[in-house]
T-cell receptor, first 114, second 113 residues
Framework: AQSVTQLGSHVSVSEGALVLLRCNYS??????LFWYVQYPNQGLQLLLK??????LVKGINGFEAEFKKSETSFHLTKPSAHMSDAAEYFC????????????FGTGTRLQVFP | DAGVIQSPRHEVTEMGQEVTLRCKPI?????LFWYRQTMMRGLELLIY????????DSGMPEDRFSAKMPNASFSTLKIQPSEPRDSAVYFC???????????FGDGTRLSIL
């Protein structure tokens, strides 16, 4: 079975500071991993995905995530936060073969202060 | 290209009433997913379809919930009778393949009084 754990339901950073959102996964088979972002009153949008190619994945809006098998992690980072990054972020996992439904984490709400 | 379209965006109704939520997936997407999002339970997958056929409905909470996909461009999620605990935001998503990223609609905010 697959699962993801997002550490920290709320993260606050100052504008210009590093953003680090944590995601650890559990999977009995090689996983595919995703980060989605949700802005208020909107659906989820894909930020980036890992599908067993490069371990460092670059996404939209300057975000990137690194797949670390030894740590079963897929943390999301951005070097410099912008006010427009304030949103809720979801990590999700699925199997890389016999792919089943996406399993989402509980989400991390990012606040950015001026 | 149009994204996933959901209607209505907001629905307020009294308990006991029938509620129908609608979704138009992106053209060419063979997979359609229905999710429910609440503060308490987060994002839950209710059911998903492949080529209009329901594949996994294990997330459907009760028999009061039903979903159909009569053709490739339309799906409904129905709640009958509705209860206050059904209040949530319901999202529809579609994808080209099962392991490809899902594209979400903007959701239907449902309030049952």
């Amino acid at each position: 079975a697959q699962s993801v754990t997002q550490l920290g339901s709320h993260v606050s950073v100052s504008e210009g500071a590093l953003v680090l959102l944590r995601c650890n996964y559990s999977s009995s088979v090689p996983p595919y991993l995703f980060w989605y972002v949700q802005y208020p009153n909107q659906g989820l949008q894909l930020l980036l995905k890992y599908t067993s190619a490069a371990t460092l994945v670059k996404g939209i809006n300057g975000f990137e995530a690194e797949f670390k098998k030894s740590e079963t992690s897929f943390h999301l980072t951005k070097p410099s936060a912008h006010m427009s990054d304030a949103a809720e972020y979801f990590c999700a996992v699925t199997r890389s073969y016999n792919t089943d439904k996406l399993i989402f984490g509980t989400g991390t709400r990012l606040q950015v202060f001026p | 290209d149009a994204g996933v379209i959901q209607s209505p965006r907001h629905e307020v109704t009294e308990m006991g009433q029938e509620v129908t939520l609608r979704c138009k997936p992106i053209s060419g997407h063979d997979y359609l997913f229905w999710y429910r999002q609440t503060m308490m339970r987060g994002l839950e997958l209710l059911i998903y379809f492949n080529n209009n056929v329901p594949i996994d409905d294990s997330g459907m909470p009760e028999d009061r919930f039903s979903a159909k996909m009569p053709n490739a461009s339309f799906s409904t999620l129905k709640i009958q009778p509705s209860e206050p605990r059904d209040s949530a935001v319901y999202f529809c998503a579609s994808s080209v393949l099962r392991d490809q990223p899902q594209h979400f609609g903007d959701g239907t905010r449902l309030s049952i009084l």
